[in-house]
């Protein structure tokens, strides 16, 4: 006669999915994050390239973006540069603070940006 083995009981076999279904709510909620993180990304792409929301590209040569003006710096080595990204932030708030003479649009204070979306595009801007 043949016996079931004590491991593959099919009173046993229950005991063992929870620990795989916590595994792989684990494994889906930290996929969940870095997702997150792509997404703002590259929703602060589309915010930093659309003509009529950030414009950069008017003053900026971009990674990625067409017919890049050159009034402002190229955006390059940015996450680098400024790894705070407070001071990013603030770049795109309101740069007459820092210099008052800057031809860049006070984002922030002029509101033609949210703080969700300046958010968005630094974001985008540490990717660079
Ligand atoms: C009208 C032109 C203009 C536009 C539009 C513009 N900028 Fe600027 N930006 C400048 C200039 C000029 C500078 C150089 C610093 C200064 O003037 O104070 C600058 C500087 C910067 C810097 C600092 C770069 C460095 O290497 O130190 C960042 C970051 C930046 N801009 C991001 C942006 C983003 C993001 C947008 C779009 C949301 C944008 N800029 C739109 C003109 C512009």
Redesign the pocket.
């Known amino acids: 006669m043949t016996e079931t083995p004590v491991t593959d009981h099919p009173l046993t076999r229950p005991a063992r999915l929870p620990a795989f279904a916590l595994a792989l709510a684990i494994g889906a909620f930290a996929g969940a994050s870095t997702a997150q993180a792509q997404s703002a990304a590259a929703e602060g792409q589309k ?2 390239f659309d003509r009529s ?8 040569a ?1 990674k990625g973006g067409n017919l890049p ?1 050159s ?6 080595d ?1 996450k680098s ?2 790894p705070n990204r407070e001071d ?1 932030v603030a ?2 708030t309101d ?1 007459t603070l ?2 008052p ?5 006070p ?1 922030g204070r002029n509101r ?2 949210t703080p969700r979306e ?1 958010d968005a ?2 974001d ?2 540490q990717t660079l």
């Open positions: 915010l930093a929301k950030g414009n950069c590209l008017t003053c900026h971009i003006g009034i402002g710096p190229e955006l390059i940015i540069k400024y990013l770049i795109i740069e820092r210099n003479l800057t031809v860049m649009p984002f033609i940006l300046i595009v630094v985008f801007l």
